[in-house]
């Protein structure tokens, strides 16, 4: 919601940092589709399309890896899925946040949103805070978790390992369950997303099924979708962390705002191996990752690729990804800044898909609602 995430406690992306070659839905590769939840689909009219749901934490400016895993693929399904975009900000606030520069970065968010060629008419874009939906399912859905369902989420207990888990706040363990309620709220079919949070997800799942065998169907129980995605981007400094906008080193990854001069010295400096060879292969780890990120952005393949480098050295082909990147992603970069230069305008556009949030959402709590016998 990935995000991300958006360090979603530290995760990058809430639900889609890298789609996952072919399997849970999370980004970068490939698979097949997933069939929707069955009980759903004998009351779905066969013309409407499935909706998904996906979001990303205002916790700085997204990176390379969130434009390649998700951003761009959330583009691409505009037309064929029913989508809703969240800027998940309740998420960002399970640690503690400096309210000036997160107003900041959730407008910082919804600009590059929109950069990126995310279109407010055909696909819902809003802010989560600004549906209370929410924040009241996450309650109904935290009466029927269980305790030891969330002490095994594994980001959780990675995070809480940095600070003690005495010091993390009840937000940061329970937020798995605030990300199962803005699935649910949707009859959300299809979820792309990270390896990270294939667990999370799952989740979901199970808590939609309580509620279903406890209290009558309710929920859609969503499904991972497969999409075709690009490489799992990897640290340009260390190509065996993944791309993170969390990193302390701002010369590991590249922010989708990064002017021309910064992308091209980020990637002059970028770790390459030993040898000269430009091949991708598993004892060559940095130079493909590189290779990755080019065959991605160019829309070719690694195999490509090696062969345009063959006999050439690091220097130029690092040269020319480069120039590869800055014509990528100078365009984007223009936008979001003539975006954030009028803050009223992504304002009114982040409250007009609010209020087709509620609308869609509103529904989905009052059967929660009555179901458990609070209407």
């Given at each position: ?18 789609l996952?070659?072919?399997s849970?839905?999370p ?27 996906s ?35 309740l ?74 888990a ?94 021309t ?47 345009m ?42 409250e ?12 989905t ?11």
């Amino acid at each position: 919601m990935s995000s991300g995430t958006a360090d979603i406690t530290g995760v990058d992306d809430f639900f889609a940092p890298h789609l996952i070659l072919s399997s849970f839905l999370p980004t970068s590769e490939g698979y097949i589709s997933v069939p929707v939840s069955c009980a759903f689909a004998k009351i779905r009219p066969m013309h409407e399309k499935r909706r998904v749901f996906s979001g990303i934490q205002p916790s700085g400016t997204p990176h390379l890896g969130t434009y390649l895993g998700a951003l761009k693929n959330w583009v691409s399904i505009q037309d064929e899925y029913d989508c809703y975009y969240c800027v998940v900000d309740l998420h960002a606030i399970t640690v503690p946040q400096d309210p000036k520069v997160l107003r900041h970065n959730v407008r910082e968010l919804a600009a590059i949103f929109l950069a990126v060629g995310l279109d407010p008419e055909r696909s819902v874009i809003f802010r989560q805070s600004r549906v209370s939906a929410h924040a009241e399912l996450a309650w109904l859905l935290n009466c029927i978790a269980k305790v030891g369902e969330l002490s095994r989420m594994t980001q959780f207990k990675d995070k809480a390992s940095k600070g003690g888990a005495e010091a993390a706040s009840v937000g940061l363990y329970a937020y798995p369950v605030l990300q199962a309620a803005d699935i649910l709220l949707y009859a959300t079919h299809l979820v792309p997303v990270g390896e990270d949070q294939r667990q999370h997800l799952e989740l979901s799942r199970t808590l939609a099924r309580r509620f279903n065998g406890m209290y009558g169907e309710t929920f859609v129980v969503p499904e991972p979708l497969i999409l075709d995605a690009g490489a799992r981007v990897m640290a340009l400094d260390d190509p065996t962390n993944k791309m993170s906008k969390s990193s302390p080193v701002p010369a590991s990854y590249i922010a989708l705002l990064d002017d021309t001069d910064t992308i091209r010295r980020k990637i002059r400096r970028a770790r390459t191996d030993s040898g000269t060879e430009i091949v991708a292969s598993p004892d060559k780890p940095a130079i493909t990752n590189l290779l990755e990120i080019y065959a991605v952005i160019t829309g070719k393949t690694v195999h490509e690729v090696e062969e345009m480098y063959r006999g050439k050295g690091y220097g130029d082909f690092k040269r020319d990804l480069a120039e590869v990147l800055v014509e990528a992603l100078s365009p984007i970069r223009e936008r979001a800044l003539e975006l954030l230069d009028d803050p009223r305008e992504l304002d009114g556009i982040l409250e007009a898909g609010a209020d087709r949030a509620r609308a869609a959402a509103s529904s989905t709590l009052h059967d929660a609602w009555a179901r458990m016998g609070l209407d």
